[in-house]
């Protein structure tokens, strides 16, 4: 695998991702870059922003140009600029009480990102967290201009949960959420959180989730799952029932991981997220 071409459609579809989960469609990108020159070849630059810009191309999308400096650490990202109908706009606050919700990827970028740096997770599960992280979130415009859902987010590094107690407050919502229904990317990926390879990010997250979750004998790996900081992660969809199967036909065509139900909207004087 060309690892700095792989960080370089990494990086653009979590990039483009912010465009399409509110409905949009990615118009123009700008490439944003940071290289120690002294530990970094101008071949593996030049691998990085290909990665990108075919990624970009994959969206319709077209870059403009960017940024670059010299800089302690790798540092690759893109901002992108969509257009999108007023009336089509997908918010985190138009949620609604009896709202299903619907995961587009599963959980668990974070913890295999981290066993891949300390060389802790296996082949198949790095193969399958990077596909998962190469998608690109392109459902969302679609959902959006058929007027299918009102209320989205994408999962990126505040976790499930963080965006999700999001969609809650701006919605004046709460939430319940079956956890066993989340999906991860398998086993190995609760192996690697009993042998505590978590990142810090993770860790804070779910620290700030005390806040507005009620735990329901919920056991700690799968609270960690839900909190874990995702990189290039899904669709969080707010969806009405009757407007389900509608949802998942154009999921279906867009290719998505999945279309997982994983809980739903309820009323509340005051937003919380209870986890069952």
Known sequence: MDDAY?????????????????????????????????????????????????????????????HTIRCPEPIYGLSVTGLVHPKNILTNAAARAGDLLLLTKPLGTGIAS?????????????????HSMRQINAAGADLAEARLVQCATD???????????????????SAELVAAEVPSFGEEIFKLIASDCVPAGTRANLKSAEKIVRWQAVPEHLRILLADAQTSGGLLLCVPPRRLDAVRKVLRKHRTACAKLIGTITKSSKPHIVVR
């Not at 990126?156 to 965006?163: A, I, P, Y």
């Open 6 to 66: 792989t960080f370089g459609q990494i990086a653009a579809a979590n990039a483009l991702s912010d465009v399409y989960a509110m409905g949009g469609r990615p118009i123009t990108a700008m490439n944003l870059l940071g290289v120690p020159t002294d530990l970094v070849s101008p071949a593996t630059i030049a691998r990085i922003l290909r990665g990108g810009a075919a990624k970009v191309k994959e969206a319709n999308c077209a870059v403009v140009g960017g």
């Open 155 to 173: 999962v990126t590094g505040f976790g499930l949960l963080g965006h999700l107690a999001n969609i809650c407050r701006a919605s004046g919502v």
């Open 114 to 130: 981290t066993g891949i740096k300390n060389r802790l997770s296996s082949a198949a599960l790095a193969k399958k967290a990077i």
